[in-house]
């Protein structure tokens, strides 16, 4: 039978590192333990979620790192377990979106927001939940994001719509893709910093750490300019396809 196979990494890229800069990339993977169902087969909602920091900004690092951590928090409260049995994973992404503003929101209040929000929350997020046998990809901003052979650079000028960009009133959601998994073997989501024509070589690594593996075996030799984060989702076969 087919189960997916969820991969991911970052390294921090070479410019950032010559001054001294922080990784200003973020990446989080939820895998939970199947969901038992008395009215057949438990859904197994999986999810991935990697957000780039505005690098003009003084430590985005910081809103990069709370986001991705959020949207896991999200997806790990106890009720949200139980109500996806019963969402479609578009109704999934609102509450994303939805919990994920309000959590900017919230954050934000106390301080001289302005300069608080222009400093530490302007992100890209781009992100997946899946159950399997569909997959709903959703971004705000700027990446790359891989379906089989074909290769979407979201590329919005050096100008990403930062979903924190609601906070001053902007209208920012989520664009969405739908992959129907059934038709599809693999899917993969990148910040900007990721050298599009490498992806070749981060399939079909069985090591837990293995796309991370190689992502410093090419830092290394002195690719990623800016920080590189990738997550690589596969169908493979288990015992009893």
Known sequence: MDTLRIRGGKVIGRQHSLIGKNC????????????KSLFGEPKILRAGILSDGCGSAKTSEVG??????????????????????????????????????????????????????????????????TDGKKLVIFSSGDGTIFIDDDVLVIDEDNTPAYFAYRL??????????????????RVAIASDGFEPEL???????????????????????????????????????????
């Open 24 to 35: 200003q990339d973020a990446y989080q993977i939820y895998e939970p333990e199947p969901i």
């Open 64 to 129: 990069a790192n709370l986001i991705v951590q959020r949207v896991v928090s999200i997806l790990g409260e106890s009720t949200v377990p139980r109500i996806c049995q019963r969402w479609s994973l578009e109704e999934i992404v609102d509450h994303i979106e939805d919990s994920t503003g309000d959590f900017l929101d919230e954050l934000s209040r106390g301080w001289w927001q302005t300069p608080f929000v222009q400093d530490n929350l302007l992100a890209t997020i781009l992100g997946f939940v």
């Open 199 to 241: 992806i070749n070589e981060f399939w079909g690594k069985e090591h837990p750490n293995g796309v991370q593996r190689l992502l410093n075996v090419y830092s290394k030799k002195k690719h990623f300019s800016d920080d590189a984060t990738l997550i690589t989702i596969e169908k493979i076969q288990t015992e009893g396809g």
């Open 168 to 185: 001053f009133g902007k209208q920012v959601s989520f664009k969405r893709i739908e992959v129907n998994l059934q038709k599809v073997q």
